[in-house]
């Protein structure tokens, strides 16, 4: 591979890498708005300016490529510094300046390099600047808009449309300084990944019309995390504010999803917005057995009388502490296996170190049938260097849930099929009917959960204990209803369409008396076996790594930040895995 | 004034209108460059003209011979000649007359092209403007499809070549080379970055000669005559041939004409007639609106590429601007601005936003309202403009504003103290246009 020298730091490279790249790698930045990594280089910005020895013009370091052995490249020469002050100029004197009003500042191309290349004084003195009356904010698509005042024609939404989505919906219309960005005739910017362009703007003239106005972008606290929209497993960042989340954006994983991530994904999170939140264990109370508060510190509400355990109707559930309500599950697992079967109904939206635990609380209620809930949405397709992975399922983590001990099919061990009590004959039969106690995890495991005709047929189960993050239908038809946190609000892995397991990180804490259901399914387990007690989930991982054949090697914390290809026969249909993940050049801008 | 007796080469059938047909053409001695091409190697053709010297006329003056053999030997790829008649720079009108007047001339000059580079496809592609040439090309083209001059087989030597007309929307751009291959792959015009250079990927992902009208038509006359004859015209071995000037402005003959390269300016001018109305030079530009503007005093220069460059403008596209005294150089150059700021394809940076700032600048210097300190800022503006753009368009503004700042420091500088412009508006018409 051939050496290249920039400003005295010599990296090696393979042969074809261009400067910005290359810079990357010696630790130095090169300036750039139009490069991407991943579209075509147009040279366009002219911020990228360089001295190559032995050239007499300044060169492009996105169309300069280090062929062979000894290219000496200075970036901090003075003649480099004054072009990228004049690039910087050019580029300012029609622009608005309107940060303050702008969702972009504080992520802007325009002002980070304005602070570290530019000028602080303009000498572009006119009373007008150049304008696109009437263009300040055109609607693209449903997802993004446009404010041509303050766009620097770099064409990575235009590239973007045309190499990644394949749909071409941009064009550059009209030419010298009054050219702008559009979509062509007829056309709207409504791809799946449309919001992408949004993402790879440097400036603020393309917006979000979910993001507008939503939040400064400095006052966001980030956090890597995983798209639960389906089984693809986009890798992204959760940027919120004091636990609102604001935006998903996507983070670099060449394995999976690349740059980019859909729409749909990006809108995921606002049902933890809008769906109504479980946030303190529920007991529905029966008969003198359960009646009886133990908790002191947490007073119920006053129903009317002043004992409160004679006057309540025994079908209201009630707020009661953790530790009553565990063991309100406790007792009924213990209690009723012979009144029926005992059937844990396991989701997708479970991280495996729950489905594991889920599954172990189902080995230890001497139960065979543990299922998860699988559901199919739309064909979700994120491109990458490999082609794309595509998701059917519209969970983040079945295959997963089913690696640590759940079941999709029937549940087997000599039972007949029609006997079986899997997800199918819960959800679509009348399999609850048989059983004595039935639990979910979690509450929210699809579209279906919010069926009134599948709560009902849920019910049928003599006890019906329900973890769950959102107080939805079946939660407040449970027995026992116990908050536990999204996944924004926990840690935990999934195991996405091309087997590969990805871990992801707490965002911030989950309200209430809410818990990641790791710790409650922990606690539960120790009533039966000590060696389960206080068990977070990189603890609950490294414990299935060393059970799990899948998993076998892997430990949590030297999971790689890309994620791990398991070793399943079903995996080996999927391209292999980058080893070594490319520089990310595109990181701030 | 051995110039004034120059024997034309290129301009030979300019009063013949019987050229115009192919018949007429041959009887003037057409196609025997492309029947002699034929009957020698490929290779042996590109070395005669590289022999030639002789060098683009389409503005950057880079050896013809040479640019053909950076073309990739083999058959793998289709090549391609692009001739570039989108001859837009203002003030050159040299290939029109080529392509009006002699059409079959050039058809030779891109079949002989052709063989040389092993390419079996040419676009002319030709100003949108150019109806009128554009007619009698496509007519010149047809009937050389019927005598076999193009098809599937070139005067029965087996060779495929075919040649399409391609007529442009009215972009300057597109005369720029990359520019004019996105336009004829029916793309928006605009040039694209280089490397990899048309030689190698160019129209249609494939390599492609791009050759200027004029260029191409000096080809058939090499070969017949022979490198030797070509390198004996002209100043020097770098600066050969014949060449063709337009030249317009202050001049009582303005049109084209054609001498030897390397012709003084005041012979030309002598030529052209002299000053108009006998008025005093003042300025001219020799090479087209992009070449810097030289002053009377470098009226002896000798007009061809080397001695431009060393005086600090270029031969260009030779198409010469005169000026007399009562011609206000802000306000020409304003006008200059103008025609860049609205050329600018606008896709990189300092074009787009330089050749703005520059318009609005000399503008208000030229309405009086300039600044004691725009002179300086506009040569910085130059400056920012000068070797960082993508394609050679912002080079080409800067051009001749940076020589109106440098060479006409004091009408510049009288402008911004009178604050007001020192030259009246000029009446040349009786209905009172200008």
């Known amino acids: 591979m051939p050496k290249v020298t920039i400003d005295d730091r010599t990296v090696e490279v393979e042969a074809g890498t261009n400067l910005i790249d290359a810079a990357f790698k010696a630790g130095v930045h090169i300036p750039h708005y139009c490069y991407h990594p991943r579209l075509s280089v147009v040279g366009q910005c002219r911020m990228c300016l360089v001295k190559v020895a032995g050239m007499g013009k300044l060169q492009a370091g996105c169309a300069t490529q280090v062929m062979k052995d000894g290219m000496v490249v200075h970036t901090d020469l003075p003649e480099v510094k004054e072009a990228q002050q004049g690039m910087m100029e050019f580029l300012l004197i029609n622009h608005p300046l309107d940060c303050p009003i702008c969702d972009q500042a504080g992520e802007c191309g325009l002002q980070d390099y304005a602070f570290k290349h530019g000028v602080a004084f303009s000498r572009f003195q006119f009373e007008d600047k150049r304008t696109y009356p009437g263009r300040e904010r055109i609607p693209l698509g449903g997802n993004v808009l446009l404010n041509m005042n303050r766009c620097i024609q770099c064409t990575r939404c235009i590239r973007f449309t045309e190499e990644i989505a394949g749909t071409a919906e941009l064009g550059f219309f009209h030419r010298g300084a009054r050219t702008e960005i559009g979509t062509f005739p007829g056309k709207q910017l409504d791809n799946q990944l449309a919001t992408c362009v949004v993402d790879i703007c440097p400036v603020g003239a393309l917006t979000s019309t979910r993001f507008r106005f939503a939040e400064r972008v400095f006052y966001l606290d980030k956090r890597p995390s995983l798209c639960t929209g389906c089984e693809v497993g986009c890798n992204i960042t959760i940027e919120h504010r004091r636990g609102a989340i604001k935006r998903y954006k996507p983070r670099f994983n060449p394995d999976v999803n690349d740059y980019w991530m859909c729409d749909y994904g990006r809108a995921t999170f606002e049902r933890y917005r809008d769906l109504p939140r479980l946030t303190a264990p529920r007991l529905r109370q029966e008969g003198a057995a359960l009646g009886v508060a133990t908790d002191p510190m947490r007073p119920r509400p006053d129903l009317g009388g002043t004992d409160t355990t004679r006057r309540r109707r025994p079908e209201a559930p009630t707020p009661v502490s953790w530790r009553e309500a565990l063991d309100a599950v406790a007792r009924y697992l213990r209690s009723r296996s012979a009144e029926g079967a005992i059937a844990f109904l396991g989701s997708g939206f479970l991280t495996t170190e729950e489905a594991y635990l889920f599954a172990q609380l189902a080995d230890v209620a001497g139960t065979p049938h543990r299922s998860v809930a699988v559901e199919l949405g739309p064909e979700r397709h994120i491109p990458n260097l490999q082609g794309g992975v595509t998701g059917r399922e519209a969970a983040p983590n079945r295959r997963g849930a089913e690696l640590a001990g759940l079941a999709s099919g029937s549940a087997g061990d000599g039972e007949a099929a029609g006997a079986s009590l899997d997800a199918e004959s819960l959800l679509r039969g009348d399999g609850a009917a048989r059983c004595a106690v039935l639990v979910v995890c979690d509450s929210d495991f699809g579209a279906a959960a919010y069926d009134p005709v599948i709560v009902e047929r849920l019910r049928r189960a003599r006890v019906l204990i329900v973890f769950g993050w959102a107080d939805s239908p079946l939660a407040q038809a449970a027995d026992v209803a116990l908050p536990v946190a999204t996944h924004a609000e926990k840690d935990g892995t999934f195991v996405n369409v091309e087997w590969r397991v990805q871990r992801f990180e707490r965002a911030f804490s989950p309200p209430g008396q809410a818990r990641p259901a790791v710790e409650a399914l922990s606690e539960l387990l120790t009533r039966y076996d000590a060696r389960w007690a206080n068990l977070g989930a990189p603890a609950v991982f490294d414990r299935l790594a060393a059970e799990l054949p899948a998993f076998a090697g892997l430990s949590w914390h030297h999971l790689p930040a890309t994620g791990a290809a398991l070793d399943v026969p079903a995996a080996r249909a999927f391209p292999e895995p980058h080893l070594q993940a490319p520089e990310d050049t595109a990181v701030g801008i | ?434």
């Not at chain 2, 022999?51 to 003056?61: E, K, Q």
């Not at chain 2, 792959?185 to 280089?194: A, D, I, L, N, Y």
């Not at chain 2, 492609?208 to 006359?221: D, F, R």
């Not at chain 2, 041939?241 to 030249?247: E, N, S, V």
């Open chain 2, 1 to 434: 004034m051995a110039s004034r007796a120059f024997e034309p080469v290129l301009t030979r059938n300019v009063g013949n209108p019987a050229a115009l047909t192919l018949d007429g053409y041959r009887k003037s001695g057409g196609y025997e460059g492309l029947a002699k091409a034929l009957a020698m190697e490929p290779d042996a053709v590109i070395d005669e003209v590289k022999r030639s010297g002789l060098r683009g006329r389409g503005g950057a003056g880079f050896a013809a011979g040479v640019k053909w053999s950076f073309i990739p030997k083999g058959r793998d790829k289709p090549k391609y000649l692009v001739c570039n008649a989108d001859e837009s720079e203002p003030g050159t009108f040299k290939d029109r007359l080529l392509m009006e007047k002699d059409p079959h001339q050039l058809i030779e000059g891109c079949a002989i092209c052709c063989w040389a580079v092993q390419a079996s496809t040419t676009y002319i592609y030709i100003r949108g403007e150019y109806t009128h040439a554009n007619a009698i090309m496509e007519q010149a083209i047809k009937e050389a499809y019927q005598a076999g001059v193009l098809g599937d087989s070139v005067f029965n030597s087996g060779f495929k070549l075919d040649m399409y007309m391609h007529q442009g929307a009215g972009a300057y751009i597109c005369g720029e080379e990359t520019g004019m291959i996105e336009s004829l792959e029916g793309k928006r015009g605009q040039p694209r970055v280089k490397p990899p250079f048309p030689a190698i990927v160019g129209a249609f992902g494939a390599p492609t000669v791009i050759n200027n009208v004029e260029t191409l038509a000096n080809v058939p006359h090499i070969l017949v005559r022979g490198a030797d004859w070509f390198k004996s015209i002209g100043t020097d071995e770098r600066n050969t041939g014949p060449k063709l000037y337009a030249i317009s402005g202050h001049v009582e003959r303005p049109g084209t004409y054609e001498t030897a390269i390397g012709i003084p300016f005041s012979e030309l001018l002598d030529l052209a007639g002299g000053m108009y109305r006998g008025g005093k030079l003042k300025a001219y530009i020799p090479g087209g609106a992009s070449a810097a503007i030289l002053t009377a005093d470098q009226a002896g220069l000798a007009l061809d590429f080397d001695t431009m460059t060393k005086a600090g403008s270029m031969l260009g596209s030779a198409a010469v601007m005169v000026m007399d005294d009562a011609t206000c150089m802000v306000r020409s150059v304003a006008r200059l601005a103008k025609f860049f700021n609205h050329e600018s394809c606008g896709q990189c940076t300092p074009c787009r936003e330089g050749t703005n700032w520059m318009e609005l600048l000399l503008t208000r210097i030229e309405h009086g309202e300039g600044r004691p300190s725009d002179p300086q800022l506009l040569q910085s503006v130059c400056k920012n403009m000068n070797g960082t753009a993508l394609c050679a368009l912002a080079e080409a503004a800067v051009g001749p504003v940076d020589s109106l700042i440098k060479r006409f420091p004091e009408e510049v500088e009288r402008h911004i103290r009178d604050r007001a412009c020192p030259f009246p508006q000029r009446r040349y018409f009786e209905n009172g246009a200008s």
